[in-house]
């Protein structure tokens, strides 16, 4: 399978449902490009590459938003139940 995104490092929060959230940490210095990420969607900024937004689900396959450009957002197609986590890649 070709690797579509680039690996990133993560940092995990609890959140008070019990749902960690995963977010790629930014290069020192860097101005965080993807941002409002929630477990329905995240903002591409600034980056100049796509980006698209993430859940993993309990027992089942993670779900994916569609690759968002510069200054568009990447949604989820519905709201999943037993998401476990959630975040952005970019493209690589």
């Known amino acids: 399978m070709k690797r579509l995104m680039t690996s990133l490092a993560v940092v ?25 990420v929630t477990t329905w969607q995240a903002y591409n900024e600034c980056a100049a590459q796509p980006a698209r937004h993430w859940d993993a689900i309990r027992n089942a396959s993670s779900k994916y938003g569609n690759w968002a450009s510069k200054k568009h957002w990447s949604k989820q197609s519905a709201c999943w139940i037993n998401v476990v986590s959630y975040g952005y890649s970019l493209k690589a």
């Not at 960690?20 to 941002?35: I, K, R």
């Open 12 to 36: 995990g929060a609890v959140v008070g449902s019990g749902v960690v959230a995963t977010l790629p940490s930014e290069p020192a210095g860097a101005t965080a490009c993807v941002n409002r």
